[in-house]
């Protein structure tokens, strides 16, 4: 007998981040996603609150004394109809490009933030 999964009852309500600078990397997502930036749970945080549930989980910045000696394994993806004007923007506001793939499907660009975490822009692009 197939019984039905359960639906879930679990929504992501916040992303915690490690860097060195909370207020630096904190205002950099908040100008990027046009979010406001508030403090966070505890000294020292700060966040990036949601101001619509539809539009992801709040961001929260904790900082760290020894940041990870590794790339960070959580990367965002930002979905935009406006790729050339979005990636202007987002340099204008620290983020470094590292690399674009563009196909009749997709354009697809890598960025860093300013603490040098990778994120993507992604627009789909018209057949």
């Known amino acids: 007998m197939n019984v039905p999964a359960p639906a879930a009852s679990v929504v992501f309500a916040a992303l915690n981040i490690d860097c060195a600078d909370p207020a630096v990397l904190a205002e950099f997502w908040g100008k990027a996603l046009g979010r406001p930036v508030s403090p966070g749970a505890v000294a020292g945080d700060m966040a990036v609150d949601t101001t619509d549930p539809d539009k992801g989980p709040r961001l929260i910045f904790h900082p760290v004394s020894d940041p990870g000696a590794v790339k960070n394994r959580l990367r965002p993806i930002l979905l935009t109809d406006h790729h050339d004007e979005e990636t202007?923007?987002?340099?204008?506001?620290?983020?470094?490009?590292?690399?674009?793939i563009s196909s009749p499907a997709i354009r697809h660009s890598t960025f860093a933030d300013p603490e040098g975490n990778d994120f993507d822009l992604v627009t789909w692009q018209s057949k």
């Not at 202007?88 to 674009?100: D, F, H, Q, T």
């Open 88 to 100: 202007g923007r987002l340099a204008g506001l620290g983020a470094r490009p590292l690399n674009e």
